[in-house]
């Protein structure tokens, strides 16, 4: 969780203040390059990782229902 409280009319102020910045025509290539620094920060900080081994323990091998002792 963010330590900020961003409601939607502060989401619409930054997104202006970026346009004005850049420009629209570079907008997709500004965007890009924060979701390339934030794809590295996690695989980085062990994000991924961690989220991989959590979704492992998550699926379990199914249980054998049959219970009957192996016939010798």
Known sequence: ML??????VELILILVIVTMLFGV???????GAVGKGIREFRKESG???QKKAQAD????KPVNS???APQA
């Open 47 to 49: 994000f991924e990782a």
């Open 3 to 8: 330590p900020f409280n961003f409601g939607p």
């Open 57 to 60: 323990t998550a699926i379990e």
């Open 25 to 31: 025509g570079k907008l997709p290539e500004v965007f």
């Open 66 to 68: 049959d219970t009957s």
